[in-house]
Each structure stands twice: as C-alpha cells, then as structure tokens.
Nanobody, 124 residues
Framework: QVQLVEAGGGLVQAGDFLRLFCAASGRTFILNSMGWFRQAPGKEREFVAAISWIGGTGYGADSVKGRFTISRGDAKNAVYLQMNKLKPEDTAVYYC?????????????????WGQGTQVTVSS
C-alpha cells in the first residue's frame, strides 16, 4: 500500500502564496503519476494539477495556469504544489493523489491513493 500525507495549508490573504507538500511512503515504487485536487464547501472535487514521474512534465487546470506549479522530487516520495497569487476562490481542501498509471490524468477516478487533505483558506 501507499500512504500520502499533505502539509503546507493555511490561512493567507489574497495575492499571497503557499507551497503544499505531499509525502509518499510505503510501496511508492508502484506510483507513476501524481495529482492535486481540491474541494470547496458545497462543490464537487476538481482537478488542480498533475505530473508524471516518467518525463516529469506537469500541467494544471485552466483556473490555475500561470499561478500554480506542480513539481516532484527525484525519488517517488515527494510532490509539491507552489501556489502564487492566491484568490479567495482558491479556498478549498487540497488533496494529493497517486496513480499507477504513467499518464498524469485530470480525472480523479484514475487515481488509486489519496491523502487526507490540507485546508487552504484565502481571505479577501
């Protein structure tokens, strides 16, 4: 099994930045791609960004392009989400997810493992 633990959330003001960290442990060698998703109160979970360990190319949702950047460590045990120019609408619980699939997907049902989430709150 794989365990994922997120950290780095908090309360910030609009325009500020945060860096989320996801630590993976256990049988991490089975992971080939990672993603970040978020869920705001009363809304469905939505894709934020994803990256593959094959090639390491990441991408993000249109709503975060130019502001958020996903990156990974060299070993299959760390994924980061740099969030700049935060907006109140970015307020949500952010989840790290791991997949056995090589292609980094924006679909949450393509992910096999999930963290418990970290709260990000952006005040106006």
């Amino acid at each position: 099994q794989v365990q994922l633990v997120e950290a780095g959330g908090g309360l910030v003001q609009a325009g500020d930045f945060l860096r989320l960290f996801c630590a993976a442990s256990g049988r991490t060698f089975i992971l080939n791609s990672m993603g970040w998703f978020r869920q705001a109160p009363g809304k469905e979970r939505e894709f934020v960004a994803a990256i593959s360990w094959i090639g390491g190319t990441g991408y993000g949702a249109d709503s975060v392009k130019g502001r958020f950047t996903i990156s990974r460590g060299d070993a299959k045990n760390a994924v980061y989400l740099q969030m700049n120019k935060l907006k109140p609408e970015d307020t949500a619980v952010y989840y790290c997810a791991g997949s056995k699939k090589v292609i980094a997907s924006s679909q949450d049902d393509m992910y096999d493992y999930w963290g418990q989430g970290t709260q990000v709150t952006v005040s106006s």
